[in-house]
């Protein structure tokens, strides 16, 4: 089974607006880390925002938010007033307890913001 | 602010030929790992290394790999005979600690091409 899931390959935003990339998750620790890096068509990986799973409110990080819901293991990100250099691949990631702490990656959605 | 460096960071190799990828942790983080991505796939966990040996490999991270921490400061991933199935991008990555709730910091990482 597949550890982190986003089932959104390529979004279509248009600029100013606000858009959802979507991630769950699958793990039975009660002690795990969410993560959301951006990677730039240059190839680098950089963090953007974390979430703590007994974090009780959403993570924020400026124009990054972090919408938490446990029950449904659901980490999805929110990027307020998109603008043309969020166009981007981005990944949700998890860290478990129990995995050796090793960070797994989900398949990324590619994000592309138009003018 | 402190970052994880990468050299080089594009390397080709003939097939069969060995390549040492270095990577230069955040100076106060105890844990290191290293990291690939074959062009347009998902991030894949290699190696974790924390104490001078060895915490976690993957599947991936057969007798051809392996990793060295030669000084205080280099972090080293060592391909003996590169295949033409190990082209892909490395990243290197660090953690304070090993904990699940540590966001990993990647550097830029290194393309590796094998011909």
């Known amino acids: 089974a597949q550890k982190i899931t986003q089932t959104q390959p390529g979004m279509f935003v248009q600029e100013k607006e606000a858009v959802t990339l979507d991630c769950t998750y699958d793990?039975?620790?009660?002690?795990?880390?969410l993560f959301w890096y951006k990677q730039p068509s240059s190839g680098e990986m950089i963090f953007l925002i974390y979430?703590?799973?007994?974090?009780?409110q959403n993570a924020t990080e400026g124009r990054y938010s972090l919408n938490f819901q446990k029950a449904r293991k659901s980490a999805n990100l929110v990027i307020s007033a998109s603008q043309l250099g969020d166009s981007a691949m981005y990944f949700c990631?998890?860290?478990?307890?129990?995995?050796?702490?090793?960070?797994?990656f989900g398949a990324g959605t590619r994000l592309f913001v138009k003018a | 602010e402190p970052e994880v460096t990468q050299t080089p960071s594009h390397q080709v190799t003939q097939m069969g030929q060995e390549v040492i990828l270095r990577c230069v942790p955040i100076?106060?983080?105890?844990?290191f790992y290293w990291y690939r991505q074959i062009l347009g796939q998902k991030v894949e966990f290699l190696v974790s290394?924390?104490?001078?040996?060895?915490?976690?490999k993957s599947e991936i991270f057969d007798d051809q790999f392996s990793v060295e921490r030669p000084d205080g400061s280099n972090f080293t991933l060592k391909i003996r005979s590169t295949k033409l199935e190990d082209s892909a991008m490395y990243f290197c990555?660090?953690?304070?600690?090993?904990?699940?709730?540590?966001?990993?910091?990647f550097g830029p990482g290194t393309r590796l091409t094998v011909l």
């Open positions: 990631a998890m860290r478990e307890t129990t995995g050796g702490f090793k960070t797994i």
């Open positions: 979430q703590g799973s007994y974090d009780e």
């Open positions: 100076s106060n983080h105890l844990y």
């Open positions: 990555a660090s953690t304070l600690q090993g904990a699940s709730t540590d966001t990993q910091y």
């Open positions: 793990t039975s620790d009660q002690s795990y880390g």
């Open positions: 290394f924390y104490n001078n040996e060895i915490s976690e």
